[in-house]
């Protein structure tokens, strides 16, 4: 069985794969029974943000981890990925300031994708 790790990985590279910008993993295991990791990434544009969403479920797709739900794709200026134990989160820069995920989820530990 794939492990949440894992999924945070092949969700980092893909999403490095379409230059996404200020990726940050947030280890939240401790505090939520939500998920293990949220990964937030910015993107500059709609087209950008929506090809960072398809990257990233297409490459889970192909591990046998396909997405729960998805929030936001049409606008695309905030994307949720649900993946059970890991949520992407990719926004556009003016949302990310505005929601700030990483301020609010500031207990949970800041890990490198080295870390994973």
């Given amino acids: 069985m794939i492990t949440s790790k894992e999924i945070a ?3 980092i590279e893909a999403l490095e794969d379409k230059k996404a910008e200020d990726i940050k993993i947030i ?3 401790d505090l939520s029974v939500i998920a293990d990791y949220f990964i937030i990434a910015g993107g500059s ?6 090809a960072l969403s398809d990257n990233v ?3 889970l797709g192909r ?6 739900q998805v ?7 905030w994307i949720l990925m649900d ?11 003016e949302n990310r300031l505005l929601y700030d995920l990483e301020r ?4 949970g530990k800041q890990v490198s994708k080295e870390d994973l």
């Fill in 9 to 11: 990985r092949l969700a």
């Fill in 27 to 29: 280890d939240i295991s």
């Fill in 45 to 50: 544009n709609r087209s950008q943000i929506q």
């Fill in 57 to 59: 479920e297409e490459k």
């Fill in 63 to 68: 591990a046998g981890h396909p997405k729960k």
């Fill in 71 to 77: 929030e936001g794709y049409d606008t695309a200026n």
């Fill in 83 to 93: 993946f059970g134990d890991v949520i992407v989160h990719v926004f556009d820069k």
């Fill in 104 to 107: 609010i989820w500031r207990d």
